[in-house]
């Protein structure tokens, strides 16, 4: 059974820093792209940033310089580091691979 679990969301001021982690079981991640979505309230869901398995990158233009995605194969985790936050980065973070979502956390930023 694949499963993948969330944490590190949280409140945080405009300007500051968050990490996510994303762990899973049941999936090999060194095969697999990996990634994280956000949805705000009343927006679809979106892509925030993702890792292939050779390790290119991509992010959305709105997280672009802010954000920072990383993979660990070994361990079959994930993280999104976030720096200079906004408020509109305010929306739950959800971990995706292959076909499985996360749960989510939920980020918020205060102004």
């Known amino acids: 059974q694949v499963q993948l679990v969330e944490s590190g969301g949280g409140l945080v001021q405009a300007g500051g820093s968050l990490r996510l982690s994303c762990a899973a079981s049941g999936i090999i991640f060194s095969i697999n792209t990996v990634a994280w979505h956000r949805q705000a309230p009343g927006k679809q869901r979106e892509l925030v940033a993702s890792s292939a398995r050779g390790g290119t990158t991509n992010y959305a233009d709105s997280v672009k310089g802010r954000f920072t995605i990383s993979r660990d194969n070994a361990k079959n985790t994930v993280s999104l580091l976030m720096n200079s936050l906004k408020p509109e980065d305010t929306a739950v973070y959800y971990c995706?691979?292959?076909?499985?979502w996360g749960q989510g956390t939920q980020v918020t930023v205060s102004s």
């Open positions: 995706y691979c292959a076909g499985t």
